[in-house]
């Protein structure tokens, strides 16, 4: 492999052209990407007809999407190795087939290693792994983010992980280094899509009040202040508990319950905490049903009251 580079460089190979950041397109790298089937865990193919024996290799696959991208001025779908292995930049040769020479041009180009977790990566960043590193060292595996914490390789960084699709906690066993062009330009965020006004929905009788039939129910105390009906309401509907408040919260079913009173609501609460307290309870616990002194138990069958 080393005699091919020589003799390319001897016998005038064709200079290339690193381009720089400004010139990355993202959008292209991406559906060169997509073009070679790196969409559902595998990869369909490499440019050209080659194979992975034949020199469709990782850092290849990177060097191709970059081109694709106008980082490289070469064609992405070459499907001549020597394109990839005697890239000439300034009168040196780089074969783009090594992780370490692809990062070198990389540099030249403009790219520079970032101080982001991977998860952090923006869309076409390059993120350089210890995974199949070569003897001479430097960085193995090279991967193309796709953002939201997802990543395309030609090879899978672990054993027995998909190629493409790859999450970034797969990635932290590997050493990696986000790589960025911090001159490219990115494509305008979307703006966000506001969030739908709530709706309130018409109140389900058999959802927001206590089963009528039930031989005990907690109550909360009409003579208990605001404060102390709003502090076990709190705790009630505190994380843990077991009570999913979402049903008295704005635009839940049970929301406008007796004119969205804190004393309605926090009968409400009160006693499906209780439930879940107490879920087999033929006989009174009261002190399932406190609430330093803002709730008692009151004897069954309890009417449903009117909305």
């Given amino acids: 492999?080393?005699?091919?580079?020589?003799?390319?460089?001897?016998?005038?190979?064709?200079?290339?052209?690193?381009?720089?950041?400004?010139?990355?397109?993202?959008?292209?790298?991406?559906?060169?990407?997509?073009?070679?089937?790196?969409?559902?865990?595998?990869?369909?193919?490499?440019?050209?007809?080659?194979t992975p024996a034949t020199g469709c290799t990782d850092a290849a696959y990177i060097a191709r999407a970059l081109a694709a991208g106008g980082v490289l001025a070469v064609d992405p779908n070459s499907g001549t190795r020597a394109d990839y292995q005697a890239f000439r930049y300034n009168g040196t040769t780089y074969n783009l087939e090594l992780s370490t020479d692809l990062q070198k041009v990389m540099a030249l180009a403009g790219w520079r290693a970032a101080t982001v977790k991977p998860e952090a990566a923006g869309e076409g960043a390059i993120v350089f792994t210890s995974a199949f590193a070569h003897s001479e060292g430097g960085p193995g595996l090279p991967c193309w983010a796709r953002g939201n914490a997802l990543f395309d390789c030609h090879e899978p960084p672990l054993l027995y992980a998909p190629n493409c699709g790859i999450a970034s906690d797969v990635l932290a066993g590997v050493h990696p280094q986000v790589w960025t062009c911090p001159g490219a330009p990115r494509p305008a965020p979307a703006p966000p899509t506001p969030a739908p006004a709530p709706v309130p929905q018409p109140c389900d009788h058999a959802l927001c009040y206590p089963d009528p039939a039930a031989p005990y129910v907690c109550r909360a105390s009409p003579t208990a202040s605001a404060a102390a009906l709003q502090a076990a309401l709190d705790y009630a509907c505190s994380y843990g508990s077991g009570v999913d408040c979402a049903p008295i919260n704005q635009g839940g079913a049970c929301f406008d319950l007796v004119n969205q009173t804190l004393l309605a609501h926090a009968d409400w609460a009160f006693d499906q905490y209780y439930q879940v307290q107490c879920p087999f309870c033929i006989v009174p616990v009261a002190e399932r049903c406190n609430f330093n002194g803002a709730a008692a138990l009151v004897k069954g069958p309890v009417p449903c009251p009117t909305a």
Avoid: E
């Fill in 1 to 50: 492999m080393k005699m091919l580079v020589t003799v390319a460089a001897v016998c005038g190979a064709a200079a290339h052209a690193a381009s720089p950041c400004a010139s990355y397109d993202v959008a292209a790298a991406r559906a060169w990407l997509a073009a070679q089937g790196c969409q559902n865990s595998t990869i369909n193919g490499c440019p050209g007809g080659q």
